[in-house]
C-alpha cells in the first residue's frame, strides 16, 4: 500500500511515528509498505483520532496484487539514503 | 498512476505546474491521473531536466489496471476543495 500525508505541522511528527510503527517511510510525506487487513484497519483509526478532518489529509492506495504495479523512481532514492546515515 | 515528488523549495514551482500539464494534484506533493504511455515518457523527460538527481525525488506508480487498487481518503479531499475555491 501506499499513504500519502498532508496534516499541519502541529500533527506531522505524531502521525509520522504512527506510520513508521506500520510502514517504511520513502519520501518527504510518503509511505510504502504491505499491511495485514487487520493492521491497516488499526492504523486508520489511530489515524483518524489524530487528524483534524477539516484541515488534513491522508490518502490511502492499496492493491490486490503487486504484479499489475509498477514503481520508478527519479533523481535520489531517500530512503536508502536515510538507512545509510 | 500516480506521481509524488520531493524536490528543493526553488524547483517546486516548475515541477507543480509541469505535472498539472498531465496530471490532477491531489495533495501536497500528490499528483493522479491517467495518462497514455507516450505523454508518460514526455513528461519524465521533462521532469528530468528539471530535477537535480542528488537533491530531488520523484516517485511514479503505474499501474496495469485500476481494478485491482483502492483510493480511501481520511480527511478533507484537498483537491475537491481546489476546485471549488
Redesign the interface.
Known amino acids: 500500500m ?1 499513504l ?4 499541519g505541522e502541529k500533527r506531522v511528527n505524531k502521525i509520522l511515528k504512527k506510520c513508521r510503527q506500520y510502514l517504511t517511510w ?5 509511505f510504502e509498505g504491505e499491511i495485514t487487513e487487520g493492521n491497516l484497519k488499526k492504523l ?1 483509526m489511530e ?2 483520532r489524530m ?15 503487486t504484479k ?11 530512503n536508502y539514503l536515510d538507512i545509510i546515515v
Not at 500519502?4 to 496534516?7: E, L, S
Not at 499489475?68 to 531517500?78: A, E
Open positions: 501506499i500519502v500525508y498532508d496534516v520513502v519520501q518527504n510525506s510518503v486508520k489515524l483518524n487528524i483534524k478532518p477539516n484541515e488534513d489529509s491522508i490518502i490511502i492506495y492499496t492493491f490486490q496484487n499489475y504495479s509498477n514503481r520508478q523512481v527519479m533523481g535520489i532514492n531517500k
